[in-house]
């Protein structure tokens, strides 16, 4: 058979033309699907890097704040950038936030009993690209949210403050900010790590509640308190089998269970659904040396299973997330159209609960 005869090619691709023109039509059956439940956009790419996201609604509107810098790591130090918007349709800039000497890192927002948006921010001191050190430092909206203060450092209990501190995220409850400050020495993965709850009545001074015994390097870690007062932790974990743990306590949240997850994590974030019978969890996935961003579920006592793949590449992950109106709303950023930049995904709640629903 000759496939480079002219008439057997006009032959192959008229029998071919019903099965494209099937594959078309599916085509556009699952884009519109994708459309209709699954909306993406990018909100900004203004930065050499963008990168590291948090999101929450208050007063009306969404705040959305991540982190400008040369790259991933090192270079010009990092800001802080924070931007608003009333339906995630127009986004405005609220603050750039720096500090000179510092490389600003993984900002994360609360909102304290005071009524005011907190930015609780990774501090890294760098000298000629060497790391040398780590303060974790604040701040604070004024009450119409239009400005907000000079990052400060926070104040560690001094017995346990280290060389590198880094409190990822602050979660308040019943007029207490919870975090969880994970502790790096200067050679990072060959050195030893610590891991301890900590907590706050004004998001300045912490104070050492308990230690959380994590191997293989715990550090980026996200809480959550439910209805009964029970405390999760989602930690990363980096060494060892370098899967993700989820930790859990009761009040006064001193002594821990710890289960292992089925993924590795990336930036882990996480929040309970309306009746908090699920988790819904947002990190970074791991194929080999492929990464992307995905949400995933924990049905009761199943393991998390992956139920959206978002669009996204390369250096991506650092969910933000809320729940507001119809939908499920998602930052992160993603280096999959080339730059690295922030992307805004609003995920209808009936499209999640079927899925949730299809889950076996």
Not at 135 to 163: C, G, K, L, M, Y
Not at 326 to 341: A, D, F, I
Request: charged content about 25%; proline content about 4%.
């Amino acid at each position: 058979m000759n496939l480079l005869n002219p008439i057997f090619k006009i032959q192959f691709v008229m029998k071919l033309r019903p099965l494209i023109f099937i594959f078309i039509c599916c085509a556009f059956y699952l884009q519109g699907q994708a459309s209709e439940n699954v909306q993406v956009t990018k909100i900004w790419d203004k930065g050499e890097h963008n990168a590291f996201t948090d999101l929450i609604r208050f007063k009306g509107h969404f705040y959305c704040v991540f982190r400008e810098g040369s790259g991933h790591v090192g270079g010009s130090d990092g800001k802080i950038r924070i931007l608003k918007s009333k339906e995630g349709k127009i986004w405005n800039e609220v603050a750039l936030l720096e500090k000179k000497g510092f490389d600003l890192r993984d900002a994360k927002l609360s909102i304290t009993p005071e009524g005011r948006i907190m930015v609780i921010i990774g501090g890294s001191m760098y000298v000629d690209k060497i790391l040398k050190g780590r303060i974790p430092h604040v701040s604070f909206s004024n009450a119409s949210v239009s400005t907000f203060s000079e990052p400060e450092p926070v104040e560690i209990d001094p017995s346990i403050v280290s060389w590198g501190d880094w409190i990822w995220r602050v979660t308040w409850h019943k007029g207490i900010g919870y975090g969880i400050d994970y502790q790096v020495g200067p050679d990072e993965r060959k050195g030893p790590t610590s891991l301890f709850l900590v907590k706050t009545r004004d998001g300045k001074k912490f104070s050492k509640v308990s230690k959380l015994e994590v191997s293989g390097f715990p550090n980026e870690a996200t809480i959550r308190i439910d209805q009964q007062n029970s405390m999760y932790v989602m930690i990363r974990r980096e060494l060892e089998d370098k899967m993700g743990v989820m930790a859990k306590s009761t009040f006064p949240f001193e002594d821990w269970a710890f289960q292992k997850m089925p993924m590795r994590l990336g930036g882990p974030n996480f929040i309970f659904d309306k009746n908090q019978a699920n988790i819904i969890a947002a990190t970074r996935i791991h194929e080999g040396t492929t990464m992307s961003t995905g949400i995933f579920v924990k049905k009761g006592s199943e393991d998390f299973k992956e139920i959206i793949r978002l669009p996204s590449g390369g250096d991506t992950s650092y969910a933000g997330m809320v729940t507001y109106g119809n939908y499920l709303w998602v930052t992160y950023y993603s280096s999959h159209e080339g730059k690295t930049s922030i992307y805004l995904a609003k995920i209808s709640k009936s499209y999640l609960k079927k899925a949730i629903h299809q889950l076996n």
